[in-house]
């Protein structure tokens, strides 16, 4: 199993970017996948998830900025990132969950990274103000 994420870039306090992940050897309408980013000295936060029945959760520093969606027919889920702040400077990665078909029995375990199995490269977003 492999993801890889690209779209990352620089971009401008207020701008927007997106995301992808393309997972080879898992099927998203299968597994739930996540977005975790880490921003330079501080440890990785959870962003967002997208269930494999397409239930999404966002972390509350993100709401209503951010958007995950998802195309199983291309095995791909996007991180759409609008009303950038510097403070979302960081290094994204995507996650899939570690177990099929996975339901976090409260919103807060959506965020639990020992759930997820593997993980993506990471892409670089830097948001100058």
């Known amino acids: 199993v492999q993801l890889q994420a690209s779209g990352g870039g620089l971009v401008q306090a207020g701008g927007s970017l997106r995301l992808s992940c393309t997972s080879s050897?898992?099927?998203?309408?299968?597994?739930?996948m996540a977005w975790f980013r880490q921003a330079p000295r501080k440890e990785r936060e959870f962003v967002g998830r997208i269930s494999w029945r397409g239930r999404v959760y966002y972390a509350d520093s993100v709401k209503e900025r951010f958007t995950i969606s998802k195309d199983n027919t291309k095995n791909t889920v996007y991180l759409q990132m609008d009303s950038l702040k510097p403070e979302d400077t960081a290094i994204y990665y995507c996650a899939v969950d570690r177990h099929p078909q996975y339901n976090p029995s409260r919103p807060e375990y959506a965020g639990y990274e020992q759930q997820y199995g593997v993980w993506g490269q990471g892409t670089l977003v830097t948001v100058s103000s």
């Open positions: 050897g898992v099927a998203f309408n299968t597994y739930g």
